[in-house]
């Protein structure tokens, strides 16, 4: 029942930071487990983090270690993506999602979707 919201998106240069946002309604935002992934025209959609419902525990890609972090605020219904040291190879539509029951990288898990924001990084 939770909706979500994402924002921050928009072109950054290789190298540079962007941080997203995924907003969510409602009083029972920390009820769920929270993931970013990404989709690429022509590609399937993609993990790229998640954390847990407390914040206690995070997982990313590989692709992404080292460089996004993720992160969340109870406080604020707000889960985050710190994006640093983007690539060009990063250039996606990212999709917050949240997960009632299960904490992983499996798309299927999550019943729960934001409309997903632009993130499109130049060379």
């Known amino acids: 029942q939770v909706q979500l919201v994402e924002s921050g998106g928009g072109l950054v240069q290789a190298g540079g930071s962007l941080r997203l946002l995924c907003a969510a309604s409602?009083?029972?935002?920390?009820?769920?487990?929270m993931g970013w992934f990404r989709q690429a025209p022509g590609k399937e959609r993609e993990f790229v983090a998640a954390?847990?419902?407390?914040?206690?525990?995070?997982m990313l890609a590989d692709s992404v270690k080292g460089r996004f972090t993720i992160s969340r605020d109870n406080a604020k219904n707000t889960v985050y993506l710190q994006m640093n040291s983007p690539k060009p190879e990063d250039t996606a539509v990212y999709y917050c999602?949240?997960?009632?029951?299960?904490?992983?990288?499996?798309?299927?898990?999550?019943?729960?979707w934001g409309q997903g924001t632009q993130v499109t990084v130049s060379s």
């Open positions: 409602g009083r029972t935002f920390s009820s769920y487990h």
């Open positions: 999602a949240g997960s009632q029951f299960y904490f992983g990288a499996t798309s299927q898990h999550y019943a729960y």
């Open positions: 954390v847990t419902k407390s914040g206690g525990s995070t």
